[in-house]
């Protein structure tokens, strides 16, 4: 079982960045080597999943096993419900804008959301959410439109991290429609040519 982003339990249990550290690394590339002989061109150089617990059939289970051992049944139900809890807070803040619509029944936590408009403004959006780097956003296209993702996944996130990303979110979204506001005002009427009568 490999956790995905939007199932909440990724950052407790990462798929493709689990690390161990060792004495003698050559103990480790025999015990968790994958790769038959006769496969092994450069015997000096070895991939890094066979310095760790690898993605392969035997291990996957044992990694979900440490994050039930270290949380318990009751741990993981209240990490999941904090999160369903924060999604339906963001999922709340985006209703009390009307420039902005729900595409999606929030699941988890996952909300898919998007500006109302075209696919050409939500990727502009997008593209301003993600240069800016203070947060991180993945689209998807559902039903033919461009939708924007706000997956809540991190461990140690808290309500007031979902405030400050929907306000990043929409300081970002004023800008571009001033933007183009500004960009339609500047735009000369009938071919720049204009017309007067006497």
């Known amino acids: 079982m490999a956790p995905e ?22 103990g ?3 015990a968790y080597s994958t790769a038959v002989s006769f496969a092994i061109q450069d015997a000096a150089w070895q991939p890094e999943e066979h ?17 039930f051992r270290m949380y318990g049944v009751k741990g993981l139900q209240a990490y999941i ?8 807070e963001f999922e709340a803040l985006v209703h009390q804008d009307p420039r902005f619509e729900i595409c999606a ?21 997008l593209e301003r ?7 991180h956003l993945v689209p998807c296209h559902l039903r ?12 140690t996130v808290e309500s007031a991290h979902v405030r400050l990303a929907w306000e ?15 960009e339609k005002a500047g735009k000369p009427c009938c071919g720049g040519q204009i017309s007067s009568t006497i």
Not at 53 to 60: I, S
Not at 129 to 135: D, E, F, H, P
């Open 144 to 155: 033919g439109q461009f939708v924007l993702r706000f997956a809540i996944c991190s461990r």
């Open 105 to 125: 029944e929030v699941t988890l936590g996952l909300v898919c959301f998007r500006l109302k408009g075209s696919n050409k403004l939500n990727e502009a959006l």
């Open 28 to 30: 480790c590339r025999t």
């Open 5 to 26: 982003p939007s199932t909440g339990l990724a950052p407790v249990c990462p798929a493709r960045a689990s690390r161990s550290f060792a004495k003698r690394a050559s």
């Open 51 to 67: 310095w760790q617990l690898p993605l392969g059939r035997r291990f996957r289970s044992l990694k979900m096993w440490f994050v």
């Open 129 to 135: 959410i993600n240069s800016a780097r203070k947060i």
């Open 81 to 88: 419900r904090k999160h369903v809890q924060l999604s339906h």
């Open 168 to 182: 990043h979110i929409r300081g970002l979204a004023t800008e571009l429609l001033g933007a183009q506001r500004e």
